[in-house]
Nanobody, 118 residues
Framework: QVQFVESGGGLVQAGGSLRLSCAVF????????IGWHRQAPGKQRELVAV???????NYADSVKGRFTISRANAKNTVYLEMNSLKPEDTAVYYC????????????WGQGTQVTVSP
């Protein structure tokens, strides 16, 4: 079973910063990638950022230059540094992990609320 511990959400004023963390716990499977999607009410879930096991990163166009995803010393812990936050960043942020053994599968954390006030 894949388990997640997410933290770092909260309320921040526009222009401020937050740092999300996601720790992924898996017994024997290999983790291919860890990242975040976000979903606002009435909107579809969208990719925010992801980092692969090889260190490759990918960001949504809307957050490029503002958000940075990185891997902690513990390889299964990932951080999302969010700077210059905008009200449109308000959403529930869901950490996710892709595992590849024995078969490729995607797993989702419980989510954490990020609210950016004007």
């Amino acid at each position: 079973q894949v388990q997640f511990v997410e933290s770092g959400g909260g309320l921040v004023q526009a222009g401020g910063s937050l740092r999300l963390s996601c720790a992924v716990f898996v017994s024997t499977s290999s983790i291919k990638a860890i990242g975040w999607h976000r979903q606002a009410p009435g909107k579809q879930r969208e990719l925010v950022a992801v980092i692969s096991s090889g260190g490759t990163t990918n960001y949504a166009d809307s957050v490029k230059g503002r958000f940075t995803i990185s891997r902690a010393n513990a390889k299964n812990t990932v951080y999302l540094e969010m700077n210059s936050l905008k009200p449109e960043d308000t959403a529930v942020y869901y950490c996710y992990a892709v595992v590849t053994e024995p078969l490729r599968s995607t797993h989702w954390g419980q989510g954490t609320q990020v609210t950016v006030s004007p």
